[in-house]
């Protein structure tokens, strides 16, 4: 693995590419053309930055996967307020039984499943507290 300074002759870069997902953070093609690196750029061994790319690929999908998870519980909680606030036929939403267990149902799905990802990002990380672990035990 090596580190190149963007302004180093030979690196261009294409525009922004439009996309789907995390707008707020820019993706766009790299391209070298002919360019010289020096030796002290590099990280870590040599052939070895293949590796070191695919071990950070896994953090960040753990880290992205308890991200999805915290808008799983943003969206849930939401659903369930409103749900309690919106009427119909003279009572809460839910108060009718099927919407009643449905959201029961989300809650005890994400709460199985919530707890695994977070484990793990836990483990890789090193960390030995996580606020996000404790706001979702309690």
Same mark, same amino acid.
């Given at each position: ?12 870069? +294409?525009?922004?590419? $439009? ?5 707020? +953070? $820019? ?5 070298? $053309? ?18 070191? =790319?695919?071990?950070?690929? =896994?953090?960040? *999908?753990?880290? @992205? @996967? ?5 808008? @799983? ?14 009427? @119909? ?5 839910? $108060?009718? =039984?099927? #919407? ?21 990002? *836990?483990? #890789? ?14």
């Amino acid at each position: 693995m090596i580190i190149v300074p963007a302004k180093t002759p030979g690196v261009t870069l +294409s525009p922004k590419l $439009d996309k789907m997902g995390m707008r707020s +953070s $820019d993706t766009a093609q790299v391209f070298f $053309d002919n360019v010289r690196v020096p030796q002290r750029n590099r990280v870590g061994a040599e052939g070895a930055g293949f590796m070191m =790319q695919m071990m950070q690929f =896994q953090e960040e *999908r753990m880290y @992205a @996967a308890a991200n999805a998870i915290g808008g @799983a519980e943003v969206v849930i909680n939401a659903t369930i307020e409103y749900c309690r606030q919106r009427t @119909a036929f003279g009572k809460p939403l839910l $108060d009718n =039984q099927v #919407i009643h267990f449905r959201m029961a149902e989300l809650m005890r799905m994400w709460s199985r499943y919530a707890r695994s990802p977070i484990k793990r990002v *836990r483990r #890789i990380s090193g960390a030995k507290t996580s606020r996000v672990w404790h706001r979702w035990r309690s």
